[in-house]
């Protein structure tokens, strides 16, 4: 089973940028993809990015943070990434990842979640 650990939330102003990342320990035999989601107050977690391990290099974005956000990862140091650039009020929110199997447009999450990392953006 795989341990992930978030990192790298805070508070910024509107169009600030972050980057979280996210450690990943113990077997991923069993999956073959990473994913960001999002969550706030009275809402369900929400997938913000998608990205398929390595050979491949698939990337899907919801339509809110494409061209703003970034998903990558170094596997060679079991991390992900999520570089967040033009932060918006409405991207505040708590932030997780998870590893999963690919469905073809999406990275279905298999993993159990995190403490995850929270973003405030603010003025």
């Known amino acids: 089973q795989v341990q992930l650990m978030e990192s790298g939330g805070g508070s910024v102003e509107p169009g600030g940028s972050l980057r979280l990342s996210c450690a990943a320990s113990?077997?991923?035999?069993?999956?073959?993809?990473m994913a960001w989601f999002r969550q706030t107050p009275g809402k369900e977690r929400e997938a913000v990015a998608h990205?398929?391990?390595?050979?491949?290099?698939?990337?899907i974005y919801d339509k809110s943070v494409a061209g703003r956000f970034k998903i990558s990862q170094d596997k060679a140091k079991n991390t992900l990434f999520l570089q967040m650039n033009s932060l918006k009020v409405e991207d505040t929110g708590m932030y997780y990842c998870?590893?999963?199997?690919?469905?073809?447009?999406?990275?279905?999450?298999?993993?159990?979640w995190g403490q995850g990392t929270q973003v405030t953006v603010s003025s």
């Open positions: 113990g077997s991923s035999e069993s999956t073959n993809c």
């Open positions: 990205i398929q391990n390595p050979p491949y290099t698939t990337t």
């Open positions: 998870a590893a999963g199997a690919w469905a073809g447009a999406y990275c279905r999450p298999l993993t159990n």
